[in-house]
């Protein structure tokens, strides 16, 4: 009975503490939806890359495609990342086509929620669908490798860009292109709970029940690079830009060239140019401005695109990391909101200044018209002309009568620039 005990007492505590890890565990969850584009390329590196604290990632996916650059830098952190990563196309009626596709194939565990569709995956170029061998055969030996990995049907995975094939969940799990269908994420950690699967490291056996999902927020530049990587929004920044510019140029002085130029470092930034050399030099044109502001008198547009411009700047520079050992992610995150709120305040302050300045010339302007009595500073004869001196202000009067120097006069009216006086009797 001793040595029962002894052995209760060594193996109870190794089991509390296997089955609290097993129930307190984390996955977290990084959502991947709409147009793919740097900013949601940027958003999933960040997160997997400091990932190796959870038992799993879970990527959701819903999105009809986007830049192949970007795919491609999701694909390698997907298969860089610290812990199994399950792909799910998520929420029910969602889809993952073409670049999405993609994405579900590098994941090392994938399901599909109900009435969801993956495929259409044959690249675009241009606007149309390209039929270009070197393009083609690219991807077709992408998707494949990654059918191939993780041990899926590489030949039906190859029909998603060959014919833009189309899946939904049952079809997909009975051609091997996914491992699992799940109503929501937490069916989805039960189902894949123990299930071995197979990564570039080797084989891996996911634990996942009872873990608790922790979402992922996009930092402000990601969000902003996501915005900009839109292509309508790119567009119309560019567009509006160089008619802003030029007009501004036309006609100096209302601030629509400073506008201008803004709008079309942003639309280069969404349209693939480096977002860091945008964020410098947005940040350096609007130091510029505010220099230029200070040296001038007033505040008007200079120094309101002085702030919008040096704002937008450091909230693009502040998420970029030399080497992620060196800047914590927390304090990133606290810069940029910090930079948000005192552009946002210093924006604000502006704004008002503008608003009071604007009001005060297009008011009326009142003029003061002195009423009462003075002093006459010379002698005016009747009909005559002279000085008087009233509410510390000199006045020419013509005088009703004769008024010496020295004494009280009654303003009778005024006529023009000159007052009528009298002795005061």
């Given amino acids: 009975m001793r040595s029962l005990a002894a052995i209760l007492l060594l193996v109870l505590p190794a089991a509390i503490f296997q089955w609290a890890s097993a129930t307190d565990g984390k996955v977290l969850w990084i959502e991947v939806s709409g147009y793919i584009s740097p900013g949601i390329a940027e958003h999933v590196e960040e997160h997997i890359s400091q990932a190796s604290s959870y038992s799993a990632v879970l990527i959701t996916i819903d999105t009809y495609g986007g830049l192949a650059d970007s795919m491609l830098r999701i694909i390698e952190a997907i298969q860089n990342s610290p812990v199994p990563v399950i792909g799910y196309v998520y929420p029910a009626g969602g889809k993952a086509l073409s670049a999405g596709s993609f994405i579900l194939m590098a994941t090392d565990y994938a399901a599909m929620a109900p009435g969801t569709l993956i495929g259409s995956a044959q690249p675009v170029v241009g606007g149309t669908p390209t039929t270009d061998p070197k393009i083609l055969n690219f991807f077709i030996s992408k998707m494949r490798s990654l059918a191939e ?28 292109l996914i491992e699992a269908v799940a109503s929501d994420p937490e069916e989805l950690l039960r189902i894949a709970d123990g299930v071995e699967v197979k990564t570039l490291r080797g084989a891996v056996r996911l634990q996942t029940s009872g873990h608790i999902l922790e979402r992922s927020g996009m930092s402000l530049r990601s969000m902003a690079v996501s915005t900009l990587s839109d292509p309508l929004i790119s567009g119309l920044l560019l567009t509006v830009g160089i008619i802003a510019l030029v007009g501004g140029l036309l006609s100096p002085g209302w601030g629509a060239e400073i506008a201008g130029g803004i709008m079309i470092l942003l639309g280069l930034a969404g349209q693939g140019f480096d977002i860091n050399i945008v964020g410098a030099i947005l940040a350096l044109v609007g130091a510029a401005l505010l220099v230029f502001e200070l040296a001038t008198p007033g505040f008007g547009a200079a120094g309101l695109g002085g702030v919008i411009s040096t704002s937008l700047g450091l909230i693009l520079l502040a998420g970029y990391r030399p080497s992620t050992s060196f800047i914590a992610p927390g304090w990133l995150i606290q810069l940029q ?75 009778v009216e005024k006529k023009g620039s000159v007052l009528v006086v009298e002795p005061s009797d």
Avoid: C
Wanted: aromatic content about 8%; charged content about 25%.
């Fill in 337 to 411: 909101t910090a930079i948000t709120i005192i552009g946002i305040g210093a924006a604000a302050v502006i704004l008002f200044l503008v608003y009071k300045a604007l009001k005060a010339r297009t008011r009326e302007p009142v003029s003061w018209e002195p009423r009462g009595y003075g002093r006459s500073l010379d002698d005016i004869p009747a009909g005559g002309d002279g000085y008087v001196f009233v509410s510390g202000e000199y006045w020419r009067a013509r005088a009703l009568k004769d008024v010496k120097a020295g004494s009280r006069v009654r303003i």
């Fill in 149 to 176: 990995i993780h041990g899926r049907n590489a030949d039906e995975a190859e029909k998603l860009i060959t014919e833009n094939k189309n899946f939904n969940p049952e079809s997909a799990l009975a051609a091997g």
